[in-house]
């Protein structure tokens, strides 16, 4: 649901990503709106899982 994707976000990604995805100023951890859109679902499901660069992977937390 939607509630808990939020719970999940503030959880997992808003330290890094901010509030409202919109990434840190200095571009160390990019924005989130319209990642999906420009990267497809399977590859932000990946990134998800397995991290990239300084995101740790979250698959461990994540179950399909």
Same mark, same amino acid.
Request: charged share 45%; no cysteine; aromatic share 0%.
């Given at each position: 649901s939607q509630d808990e994707g939020r719970v999940l976000y503030a959880e997992h990604c808003q330290l890094c990503h901010g509030v409202d995805g919109? $990434?840190?100023p200095l571009g160390v951890h990019p924005p989130l709106r319209g990642a999906?859109?420009?990267l497809g679902r399977g590859e932000m499901a990946r990134l998800i899982r397995a991290g990239r $660069?300084?995101?740790p992977s979250f698959g461990f937390r994540f179950e399909r």
């Open positions: 919109e $990434g840190d999906a859109d420009r $660069g300084a995101m």
